[in-house]
């Protein structure tokens, strides 16, 4: 069954661009989700359907997925981006949905 | 606008059960799944299972199947998830969400409800 491999964390200056990998075989061919989570706080969807931004969330904000890996791209990255990072995914087949492990983006 | 409010925090023994509701307002109740989602302190996020508000089916994740119960009550627009035969392991905060305006993601979420397992 897929597995989400996320790394750990990833570290980026102020106004450079982080991107947060989200790696499962044939990941590609499945619907991938991002979340943000702060401590105390609900989670947060930053994007949705691969590529789609819910309302509110700034354009900053990106998401592709292709092949083995979906990816999450924060450009211009702020203080306030620094937050823990989950890919989602909902198996259609297997009716069961998934969390990767999480990656703490730290802004330098 | 959607809103998820969940119950309290609740501190339980092992080998105690507990039973977390999540009242939804907002949306047609019986329109979107209903998700429950915990975080164990410093872990990621794990996805725990789903309940049709209209069948009452409830699909699981493998983890939790056998010790988890989704339920719902559709006259007062809540879910419930009991999970039984709690240990330590289980101390997390646990949240339900919903896709009220997405098809896949959780776009809406309950503001988390702490379960505290402790002899």
């Known amino acids: 069954s897929l597995v989400l491999t996320q790394p750990p964390s990833v570290s980026v200056a102020p106004g450079k661009t982080a991107r947060i990998p989200c790696g499962g075989t044939?990941?590609?061919?499945?619907?991938v989700n991002w979340y943000q989570k702060r401590p105390g706080q609900a989670p947060l969807l930053v994007i949705h359907y691969n590529v789609d931004r819910p309302s509110g969330i700034p354009e900053r904000f990106s998401g592709s997925n292709s092949g083995n890996t979906a990816t999450l791209t924060v450009r211009r990255v702020e203080a306030g981006d620094e937050a823990d990072y989950y890919c989602?995914?909902?198996?259609?087949?297997?009716?069961?949905?998934?969390f990767g492990g999480g990656t703490k983006l730290t802004v330098l | 606008q959607v809103k998820l409010v969940q119950s309290g925090a609740e501190e339980r023994r092992p080998g105690a059960s507990v039973k977390v509701s999540c009242k939804a307002s907002g949306y047609i109740f019986t329109g979107q799944f209903m998700h429950w989602v915990r975080q164990a302190p410093g872990q990621g996020l794990e996805w725990m299972g789903r309940?049709?508000?209209?069948?009452?089916?409830?699909d699981y994740a493998q983890d939790f199947q056998g010790r988890v119960i989704m339920t719902r009550d559709t006259s007062i627009n809540t879910a419930y998830m009991e999970m039984t035969r709690l240990n330590s392991d289980d101390t997390a905060v646990y949240y339900c969400?919903?896709?009220?305006?997405?098809?896949?993601?959780?776009?809406?979420w309950g503001q988390g409800t702490l379960v505290t397992v402790s002899s």
């Open positions: 044939n990941i590609g061919s499945y619907i």
């Open positions: 989602h995914v909902w198996d259609a087949h297997t009716l069961r949905g998934m």
């Open positions: 309940i049709n508000p209209t069948s009452g089916g409830a």
């Open positions: 969400a919903t896709n009220a305006a997405t098809a896949m993601a959780l776009d809406y």
